[in-house]
C-alpha cells in the first residue's frame, strides 16, 4: 500500500503558506458590526485598529458618506487630487476590510507613483482616458491606457502611477480591500520624510549630487 503521508518539512511549509494567506488582509470581524469609536483615541489604550462603539450608540450614519460624491481640488502641482473614504473618515468600515477613494485629474494631471502596503487597488473610470501602470518587484512596468467605463487593478504593495492623457478633465473610482490601506508616495517619502533622509544616501541611491538633492527635498517639506 503506498504511502500518502507528507513528510513533515513539506507539510511544515504547507500549512505555513495557508497560514500566511489567511493573515495576509484585515482581521476577519468577529460581529455583525464594530463601529470605530474615535473617542477611544483620547485615552491609553492603543489597537491595530479602533475599538467599537456601544450599539445603543450607533447610528445609520456611521455607515454614510457623500465625501465621495464631491470632485477635489485639483488645483496643485500634480494636478490630481484624492479623496478618500477609509475607516479614518467612514466609521461603520471598522473590521470589514475595505474601503473606497476618488482621484480627480486636471488635463494632462498626475497622480505621482505611490503603494500602499496594506492592499491591493481596483480603479473604475468615471470620466476621461487615464494612462496607469505599476511596477513588480523584477523591475517589470505593466501599463495600459484605460478609458470611462473601464477597469484596472494595481497589486498590493507595488509602485503604480495614473496620469491623465487628455485635454479635459478626469476622475477615477478606487476600491481597496483594507479599511485603511496606507499610501506612500515614493517622492514624499524620501525627500520629505521627518527626520530626514540623509543627503548623502540619497545622491548615492539616484547617483546625482547632493545639491541636487536638497533642492528636490526644498520642495516636500516634512508634512
Known amino acids: 500500500m503506498a504511502n500518502n503521508k507528507l513528510p513533515a518539512l513539506p507539510l511544515a511549509a504547507v500549512l505555513l503558506a495557508l497560514a500566511a494567506s489567511s493573515l495576509a488582509g484585515d482581521p476577519d470581524m468577529l460581529q455583525d458590526i464594530c463601529v470605530a469609536d474615535y473617542k477611544s483615541l483620547n485615552g491609553p489604550l492603543r489597537l491595530n485598529g479602533f475599538p467599537c462603539k456601544r450599539l445603543e450608540n450607533v447610528t445609520a450614519d456611521d455607515f454614510f458618506s457623500g465625501l465621495l460624491a464631491i470632485p477635489g481640488d485639483t488645483g496643485n502641482a500634480a494636478g490630481s487630487a484624492v479623496t478618500v473614504a477609509n475607516v479614518e473618515r467612514l466609521p461603520g468600515l471598522n473590521t470589514l476590510g475595505v474601503s473606497m477613494a476618488r482621484i480627480d485629474f486636471a488635463p494632462w494631471g498626475v497622480n505621482p507613483p505611490h503603494t500602499h502596503p496594506r492592499a491591493t487597488e481596483v480603479i ?58 496606507g499610501t506612500q508616495a515614493v517622492v514624499q517619502t524620501l525627500f520629505g520624510a521627518s527626520p530626514a533622509v540623509p543627503t548623502d544616501v540619497l545622491a548615492r541611491a539616484f547617483q546625482i549630487d547632493g545639491g541636487l538633492v536638497e533642492a528636490i527635498k526644498s520642495k516636500f517639506p516634512p508634512k
Open 124 to 181: 473604475f473610470v468615471l470620466q476621461g482616458s487615464l494612462d496607469v501602470g505599476f511596477v513588480t518587484t523584477a523591475n517589470r512596468l505593466y501599463a495600459r491606457t484605460v478609458c470611462r467605463g473601464e477597469v484596472f487593478v494595481f497589486p498590493r504593495g507595488l509602485v503604480h502611477y495614473q496620469r491623465n492623457n487628455g485635454g479635459t478633465p478626469a476622475a477615477v473610482m478606487s476600491a481597496f480591500n483594507s479599511q485603511l490601506p
